[in-house]
Structures are given as C-alpha cells and as structure tokens.
C-alpha cells in the first residue's frame, strides 16, 4: 500500500540531484545561449578530482568538495576564456564540436589514467542513515541534504543573478554582448565569470554524486541527456523551472522503475518527450 | 604563383578519384577477405559521414543522435529478414523505408528545438529509441541476437563469398548515397542549401525555403543510415541495442570523420574517412588515446581552419575536385 | 579654445581593405560641445568607435589627457573618462532601468555624478527605476541611455545618433540637459545627421565626407549654404 507513495517520493529527492546536475547547464544555457556538450564529463571529471583528493589525502568528501570549488571555478572560468570564447558567436556548429570533442577527450583521459572500474565515495556514514516519516516512508538522510541543497542552490543563484551587480552585468551581457562591450563592460571576462559559477555548481553537484551513486569514466553523458531534460522541461533559463524538471525526471524514473528495474531510465526519457511535445517552451519559460 | 595554374592538379585528383572508385568496386576480386571486410566498414561509414555532413555542414542541423537511424535500419533488417521472412536482399531497401518512417516523428520532435538544443535533443531520441529496442523480447531484449543461418547463407555460402557479396552491397549504398546526394547538390535545391551554409540570414532574405529544405535534408539521410545500419547487420551478424545504436561508432567517429576531412564539402567526409581509416589501422593500439588525439585534432580544426583538411588544401586549388553546386561561391 | 582633452592625429580606420575614416584629425576640449556632422556612411560611427576602442584596425594617434588610447581595450578608455552613448540606444531589455543604469555607474571612473544627478536631470527615470526598460518609450529609452553614459563619469561623453527616431518635442527635451552637461566641464561630441539640432547646441563642427574631414569651424561662423554644400560634396 505504502509503496507507491514511497517511490514517488524517493523518486522527488533523486529528483534534487538531476536538478544540481542541471543547475550548471541551465545557467550556461540562459547566459551564454549554449548547450555544453561536455557538461556531463566535467561533472564525472570533477568526482574522480574528489576520489583523487580522498584517496591521497585521506580527507573526508566535505573537505574534498570544498576544496574542488575554488578549483572548479577557476576551470570553468579558464575555460570559457580561453576555450569556449573563442568559438562564442560563430554559430552554433563550432561550439558543439568544441563541447563535443571537448567531452571525448575528458571520457577518454579518465578511461587513461583511472580504467574503466565504477567508483564510489565514501560519505562517512551519512549514506546509509534514514528517517522514518510515517506512513512506511523512509527518507534517506543523504537524498534529504542533496535536496534541500538543490533549492538553496536554486535560492542562492537566483539571489546573485537578480540581487548581486554580478547578477546584473551578467544579465546584461547575456542580453548583448556587443553593447556590453561597447559601453566598456568586457563580455569576455563576465562570461567567463558565469561559466565559473557554472563550476562551482559542477563542483557541488559532483561532490553529492560521488557519495550517492556509482560512476565510471563514461558516466558523463547520461548526466548531460538528463541535466538537459531538466533545463528544457522547466523553461530555457527558469531556475525554478530546472528544479521541477528534474523533479519530474526522477518521479518518472522511480515510477518506471516500479513496473521493472530495466525501465527506469527509458520511462525518464518518455516523460520527456511526452511533457516536450506538449509543452515545447517548457512548464516556466523564461526567454 | 597563380591558382589558376594549378588546374592540373584537380584534374589528376579527379582522375585519382575516379581509378580508386574504379578499383573499389572491384575490390572483393583484388584484395583479401580481411581487407574487404575493413573496406566494408569504411563503405558503411563514408555512408553515414555523408550524411552527417550533408545536415550538419549544409541544413545546419547538427545531430548527435544519427546513430538512431543505423540500428533502426538494423533492427528492421533483423525483423524482416529473420522475423517476418522476407526475402533477406529485399529486407535491405525495406529498412532503408523503416528508417524513414521513424524519421517522421522523430523530426517533429527535434525540429522544435532550436539548433543549439537540437543537438543534444536528437540524442535523447537516439538514447529513447535504443533503450526501446531493448525492450523487445523477439530481437533479444538488452543482449540482442544473431542472424538466423539461413539469411547469413542467402548472401553466399563460403565465408569469401559472402565477404563480396556484403562489400558490394555497401559500395552499392555508398555510391548510392555520393551520388544522389551530389546530384541533390548540383540542383535548385543544392544551390538553396549552398546559399544557406555561407549565409542563413541571407538565404532566408531571398527566399530559400529553409525549414522545407532542412525538413528535405532530414529526411534524405534517414533512409540512408538505415542502409547502412542494415549492411553493417549483415556484416556483424547479429543486432543489440549498444552495437547496433553505438554512439562512438555511428556518431561520434562519423563526426570527428567529417569534422576533420572538411564539414561543408563533397570531399571532406572521403578525406575524413580515409584519414580515419589510417589513425584506426596504425593508433587503435593506443587505446583511449587515439580517441583524444581524434577529440584534439577536430577541436584544433574548428579553431584554426573550420574547413578541415580539404579546406587548407582547397585554399591552394582553384577548383573543387568533385564540383559540387553550380555557383560555389569563393570563400575567401 | 579650452585645453585640448581629446586630441585626433591622422586617424583612419579600416574594415577588412576598405578604409572609413582616413586621416581625421579633430580636437575636443573639455567644456566643449563639438558636433561632428556627414550623411550616412561618412564614417561618423566609425570615428566613434575608434575612440572608444571597438574599431577593427586603426591607424594614427588617438590622444585623450594627453596619452594615446589608440590601443587600449573599452573597459580601460571608459575607466579613464570616456563614454559613449550608442546609437540605436543599445539598452540591455531585460535589466531594470536601474540595473541599466548600474552598469554605466560600474564600468565607469568614480565621480561626483550619482543616481541623483540622473534622475535630478530625467525625474521620469526616478519613477521608473524598478521598471524594465523594454516597458519604456523610445524617448524614456534613450535617457536612459544617456544616464548610463553620464553615470560612467566621463570627461567625454560620446553621443551618436541620440535623436534618431524620436518625435521633435523629444528631442528637444533631449537637447536641453546638453548645457547642463558641458558647464560641468564635460566634453561632448555629437554625432547626428540632423544638422540644425546639433549646429545649434555646438560650440564648433567638423563636417564629414567619404570618412575626410571637409570642413571645420563654428557653427555661429559659417554659412548655412557652405555646411550644406560640404555636407552633400557638392
């Protein structure tokens, strides 16, 4: 009796995490107007950063994750400034392939240096422990904390977007390059800011993938596919709107997965498609 | 040194396309059986670069979701030919239809994102359709399944034979696919898509039908890749939904073919295919790495001449070796 | 005339081989209004670019308090006291009219010009600071325009083409805070292809033809007739 809400439930908090992994996406799409094929890859690049920290220091993955933040920052921001600005503007073909070679590279350079086995990070304990809320639904404390640290993140990017000087000349030059260089804001050096905070998410969201799911050098893409559900469901640029679309993502999951296991994923991706058609522009579209 | 001068050169390469496409057409008779199943392969992927080249460097549709349409057409060749029994060489140009006909629906759900959505839109399609296909209990759900004996046997009954007969069909697709896919070109239409791939706004301004000819585009390669997905079934010998829908084979080194050789002309997906083959023959002991050399050299391409390797020899020739629309315009 | 504040020597520009401005020289001086005049395609805009440093290549000195600026990036010539108010008016629609302005006031030097200075001089900008500025009129737009160029600082303020495609009453409104402007000591240079507004707020000209500088002097000083026979090339 008490399964199906259960699901539903646990299906809500997996829901957090496709929504951290598409908090990045959703931000890079609003402010750069591009989709970062190697969105995913940078998330799994930056979990084996954290594995790597744990294991030659033998900290713990808040500390780990911590310290990735800074590191993620200044990757997304060097990045974009040296990588990705250069192709900005020239259509939309050279950042594909920039993006999409971009993704090959960091699969294949793990695959090289960290073989193909599937890792996981120790949380310290706080994976295994739950809450029980009545009803026969257990909570598991780690999909709580990620959940919860999807809407703060949410509140936090919201805040500095439409609250922060940052927030506005970012907005400003993704409203228009051009003028923004023109009146002596450098475009440049503001995207390359945002796709900073971009890492910063990336960094975050990594940190909770780590210690809630396995992963493996080719984990990537399947990342991307679902960050980008999220970011379309809910409405290009809406960060509320990528919140519930990775809700929605992981509710259709977790219900798939209650007809058989080996429909989890494709029920995902149906939703998807179904929500899509129905609503091209997305359930809170924004541009 | 003037261009003109060296008309010469185009000449001789024309001649030189003509001799190897004259030797490939015979080459079940000149070469071994290993090195016509290789020749086999690079039938199936000039096929489908052809077409990755023909959306993504003409109609500005860039997918990475093509692989879709080659396990499509291996799927329907599979449900044809071992299934419903059809004869096995008419089940070819079938799931070349089968291909076509989910090329339908699918387009109607990629061609609401924009371009830089779409990319990763026709993906999830791609990565839909394939989990669908494993979920079918009659082609061996997740692990797939192997061609019945008796189609394998209609296609010849020593291993030579047979080796032939499937090269021929795929330089049969593969010719196919250069051929009307040039002759596409060196129509009204060619002229709308050259017009729209130096200048999309500009096209639109005097009146080329960009939605209907991205909506041709879309649905010219389906059938196609559904060719190629049979052939390359009937060379493997068994469809499952990674082999069969693989991204890396069917997509992403038909990308990094078309990308390198040179997206946007008639000769890049042949040049890219043939310096894919090389890197293939003498890296792939390399591992991993011949996939980053490949991920470098095309990000390389697109920074430092986003013509390819056709485009920095193009810029020493005065003519295309293969001319492929009537007013190809100078792109200096 | 006052002590030279932006100081042009021999400046072309060029756009792949085709040249737009050849050899410009002009000066500006700061309390100065000087109108730079020419029909489309004289190379005005081109001129304006230069300056602020968004030209493709450019040839000459470029010479502002004394130092060429010919080379250095937007966000350094801002800093050091130029801003330009782009033609088309060139607002960000989805920022708010103060956010708009925000932008000018950040990418600017520090200087006694503050919000209030702005909305003392446009009071319907105060009303509508929270409002985005795609809500505005055309007129609203291109004070807000200028808000931003002023909030930058500037010793020189740039405006190109600030009445183009407003009503008459607009533009006058418009015009009237030019004085106001210049007795804070600010250069202006303006841009225009309506002579008479501009020739009347000027205190000198420069007339543009085919990117050379054909005439030059005070409006108050030549005739009508020969601004307008320099200005068609006849």
């Known amino acids: 009796m008490g399964e199906l809400p259960n699901q539903i439930v646990q299906g809500v908090l997996v829901g957090g995490l496709y929504a951290m992994y598409a908090m990045g996406l959703s931000l890079s799409v609003g402010v750069m107007r591009f989709v970062n094929i190697a969105h995913g890859d940078l998330i799994v690049l930056i979990s084996f950063l954290i594995l790597t920290l744990i294991h030659a220091t033998g900290m713990g993955a808040l500390p780990a994750t911590l310290i990735a933040l800074p590191i993620a920052f200044a990757g997304g921001y060097l990045l974009q400034r040296f990588l990705l600005q250069r192709v900005l503007g020239k259509g939309v073909l050279p950042i594909i392939l920039v993006t999409f070679g971009l993704s090959i590279i960091i699969q294949n350079g793990l695959l090289g240096v960290f073989g193909a086995d599937t890792r996981r990070v120790s949380g310290g304990g706080i994976e295994t422990a739950t809450l029980k809320i009545g009803g026969g639904i257990n909570v598991g404390v780690l999909p709580l904390v990620i959940f919860l640290g999807a809407i703060a993140m949410v509140m936090a990017l919201d805040w500095l977007l439409y609250r922060t000087r940052l927030g506005a000349r970012i907005r400003a030059v993704s409203d228009d390059p051009a003028t923004a260089n023109l009146v002596g804001l450098p475009s440049a050096r503001v995207y390359a800011t945002a796709m900073g905070i971009v890492g910063v998410t990336i960094a975050i969201s990594a940190g909770f993938m780590s210690i809630w799911t396995n992963f493996d050098p080719t984990a990537g893409p399947s990342r991307l596919l679902i960050a980008f559900e999220a970011v379309v469901l809910g409405g290009l640029g809406s960060l509320w709107g990528t919140l519930v679309g990775g809700i929605i993502i992981g509710v259709a999951q977790a219900l798939g997965a209650q007809i058989d296991v080996g429909w989890q994923l494709l029920a995902g991706h149906i939703a998807f498609l179904v929500i899509f058609l129905a609503r091209p522009e997305g359930l809170f579209p924004k541009y | 040194m003037p261009r003109q001068s060296r008309l010469w050169i185009v000449y001789l390469a024309r001649a030189g396309l003509i001799a190897g496409a004259a030797v490939m057409a015979a080459a079940p008779m000149l070469f071994a059986t290993r090195d016509v199943a290789m020749l086999t392969e690079f039938m199936s992927l000039l096929t489908i670069a052809i077409m990755w080249n023909l959306l993504a460097g003409y109609a500005d549709i860039v997918s990475v979701g093509q692989h879709a349409f080659v396990g499509v057409g291996a799927y329907a060749l599979f449900g044809f030919a071992a299934i419903a029994h059809v004869d096995p060489y008419l089940s070819i140009p079938l799931a070349a239809v089968v291909a076509l006909v989910v090329a339908l629906p699918v387009m109607v759900i990629i061609f609401r994102l924009r371009t830089a959505y779409l990319a990763v839109g026709s993906w999830v399609v791609a990565e839909t359709i394939m989990l669908a296909a494993g979920k079918l209990a009659a082609f061996g759900g997740g692990s797939g399944i192997s061609l019945p004996v008796s189609v394998v046997r209609s296609f010849g009954h020593r291993i030579p034979e047979r080796y032939g007969t499937i090269y021929w069909i795929a330089f049969a697709v593969a010719a196919l696919a250069l051929v009307a896919t040039w002759l596409l070109m060196r129509s009204r239409i060619g002229l709308g898509l050259t017009a729209m791939r130096d200048n999309e706004e500009g096209a639109g301004v005097v009146g080329v039908n960009l939605i209907g000819l991205r909506v041709l585009c879309f649905l010219w390669t389906a059938p196609f890749l559904g060719l190629a997905g049979a052939v390359i079934t009937l060379q493997k010998l068994r469809v499952s939904p990674p082999a069969s829908f693989s991204i890396v084979d069917w997509t992403v080194y038909v990308i990094f073919i078309v990308v390198i050789g040179g997206i946007g002309s008639f000769e890049g997906p042949i040049i890219g295919t043939v310096v894919f083959f090389l890197i293939r023959e003498y890296l792939s002991e390399i591992g991993v790495w011949h996939f980053i050399i490949l991920g470098a050299l095309s990000i390389a391409v697109v920074l430092v001449e986003p013509r390819g390797l056709w485009g920095l020899v193009r810029r020493w020739l005065p003519a295309d070796v293969i001319p492929n629309s009537r007013s190809r315009r100078a792109r200096e | ?234």
């Open chain 3, 1 to 234: 005339m006052a002590e030279a504040l932006l100081d042009i020597e021999d400046l072309s520009v060029f756009y792949g081989p085709f040249r737009a401005v050849q050899g410009v020289s002009l000066k500006v001086g700061a309390g100065e209004v000087v109108s730079i005049i020419g029909a489309n395609g004289a190379g005005k805009s081109s001129l304006m670019k230069a300056i602020i440093g968004q030209a493709g290549r450019t040839e000459g000195r470029i010479g502002f308090l004394g130092e060429d600026i010919s080379t250095r990036p937007t966000a350094e010539i801002v800093r050091a006291g130029i801003a330009l108010v782009p033609e088309g008016r060139r607002l960000f629609p989805s920022l708010t009219v103060a956010e708009n302005l925000t932008i000018g006031w950040e990418v600017g030097r520090r200087g006694e010009i503050g919000f209030d200075e702005v909305y003392e001089l446009f009071p319907v900008l105060a009303e509508r600071s929270g409002q985005l500025v795609r809500s505005l009129s055309g007129g609203q737009q291109q004070m807000v325009a200028l808000g931003r160029g002023l909030l930058a600082n500037p010793r020189l303020l740039l405006c190109d083409e600030i009445s183009l495609g407003l009503a008459p009453v607009v533009i006058a409104d418009l015009y009237r805070i030019i004085p106001a402007i210049r007795d804070r000591g600010i250069g202006i240079v303006i841009v225009e292809q309506d002579i008479t507004r501009s020739l009347a707020v000027a205190d000198r000209f420069y007339c543009l033809l085919e990117g050379r500088v054909n005439l030059s002097g005070r409006p108050a000083e030549t005739s009508r007739d020969e601004v307008a026979r320099h200005y068609f090339g006849m």
